[in-house]
């Protein structure tokens, strides 16, 4: 059964970081793009990053760049996103997909985790 699974979020003060993990179950994992998104509260669902299905080609949303950065490790099924210098805009549900290509538009990707919540607060 193919599944993902997000790990990694939690409560965390403004200038803070953290990062999410992405473990992929069932399936191929190094044969396709993974994209992260974000859904805040009352939002449309937003492209935060992806990356390609061997790393070579990353792609960032403006509101992100310079400040994280998407990575995987084909050898572990696992996508990661670090997130440094974290703002209270940045708070919402995060989610990984799973697609062909790397893009940022979520109907891209056929295959979704269940989300982790990042909140940013003081």
Do not use: H
């Not at 993902?4 to 473990?23: D, H, I, K, T, Y």
């Not at 994209?35 to 009352?42: L, N």
């Not at 790393?55 to 572990?76: E, H, P, Q």
């Amino acid at each position: 059964q193919l599944q993902l699974v997000e790990s990694g979020g939690g409560l965390v003060q403004p200038g803070g970081s953290l990062r999410l993990s992405c473990a992929a179950f069932g399936f191929t994992f190094r044969f396709g793009a993974i994209g992260w998104f974000r859904q805040a509260p009352g939002k449309e669902r937003e492209g935060v990053s992806c990356i390609s299905s061997s790393a070579s080609s990353t792609n960032y949303a403006d509101s992100v760049k310079g400040r994280f950065t998407i990575s995987r490790d084909n050898a572990k099924n696992t996508a990661y996103l670090q997130m440094n210098s974290l703002k209270p805009e940045d708070t919402a549900v995060y989610y990984c997909a799973f697609g062909p290509i790397c893009t940022m538009k979520a109907s891209d990707y056929k295959y979704w985790g269940q989300g982790t919540q990042v909140t940013v607060s003081s």
